[in-house]
């Protein structure tokens, strides 16, 4: 932290601030380390499945902790749906493709569904009732909100609730709707890019992951080619360790294109979502 923002979050005075933010970085030891340190923590990384084959081969094994995923895409392309499956699949054994251990789900724009949980969950042979009390749900109401639940999933953490997945569905309603207008942009992407840097702080600091969905505009200067394009621009793109473009494809499927990652190839997939989530065939 800055000392001026430790000193109005503290109420302390910023010399007083500047010394503790000092004694904290000599405890860190923030300092360079080699490569195999590195690999240690990398080994440390759990793979939550998505319960397609199809996609999970597209992400290098599944969703990764430590890291953010982003998928973005029309309304119906299935960003939601794939958020409902990992609410569940994070709760199964780390043998079966699960982290054995509980959600947090930030919704902003009323998409959470227990209905929709109990047919996934009875599909993984779990209990739907205990699904449900491992899955932490808050309804963010402005984006002021949606920020200060994030500081709320660090309580729970320190509480010992053995979260390893954070959802936000959608990270940029909220912004979209309250920052209009051109004059705007600027404040919007600042407060966007703090939200996001404090969503990757906890992931690495916990080691788990994080999983957004983000809606999408359509270019009108784009002639040739897909004119969907991701809201929160540079910033969001940046900030996203794995970005996934999800659209309809023929009879019903669904196509995954991986736009970005900092180890995966690009590529495509193909998957289904049925009543027992998502599928690599019906």
């Known amino acids: 932290m800055t000392p001026s923002d430790l000193s109005s979050l503290a109420d302390i005075s910023t010399s007083v601030a500047r010394k503790a933010i000092g004694a904290a970085r000599k405890m860190l030891h923030l300092e360079f380390e080699d490569a195999t340190q590195y690999l240690k923590k990398r080994e440390e990384v759990i793979k939550i499945t998505t319960g397609s084959k199809n996609l999970n081969m597209l992400l290098g094994g599944g969703i990764e902790t430590r890291a953010m995923t982003e998928t973005f895409g029309a309304y ?21 493709g699960g982290a054995n251990a509980k959600v ?84 919007r992407q600042q407060r966007i890019n703090k939200h996001l840097h404090s969503l990757m702080r906890i992931a690495e600091a916990n080691n788990l992951a994080i999983y957004i969905t983000n809606q999408v505009m359509s270019r009108p200067d784009v002639l040739f080619g897909d004119p969907t394009q991701a809201i929160g621009g540079h910033i969001v793109g940046h900030a996203s360790t794995y970005r996934i473009y999800l659209r309809r494809g023929k009879k019903g499927s669904r196509v995954g294109k991986m736009i970005d990652s900092p180890n995966l190839p690009e590529g495509e997939c193909i998957f289904f979502i049925t009543k027992n989530g998502l599928q690599d065939e019906i």
Not at 76 to 96: D, F, M, R, Y
Not at 111 to 129: K, N, S, V, W
């Open 76 to 96: 119906g392309s299935g960003k939601s749906q794939i958020a409902h499956v990992l609410a569940v699949t994070t709760q199964l054994p780390i043998e079966k």
């Open 104 to 187: 947090v789900w930030i919704d902003t724009e009323g998409t959470f569904r227990p209905e929709r949980i109990r047919q996934i969950a009875e599909y993984f042979g779990l209990d739907f009732m205990k699904t449900l009390k491992n899955i932490f749900v808050a309804r963010a109401f402005n984006s002021d909100h949606q920020i200060l639940l994030v500081d709320k999933v660090t309580e729970l953490i320190r509480r010992g609730e053995p979260i390893k997945l954070v959802i936000v569905d959608s990270i940029t309603a909220h912004f979209r709707a309250e920052f209009t207008g051109r004059g705007m942009l600027a404040d």
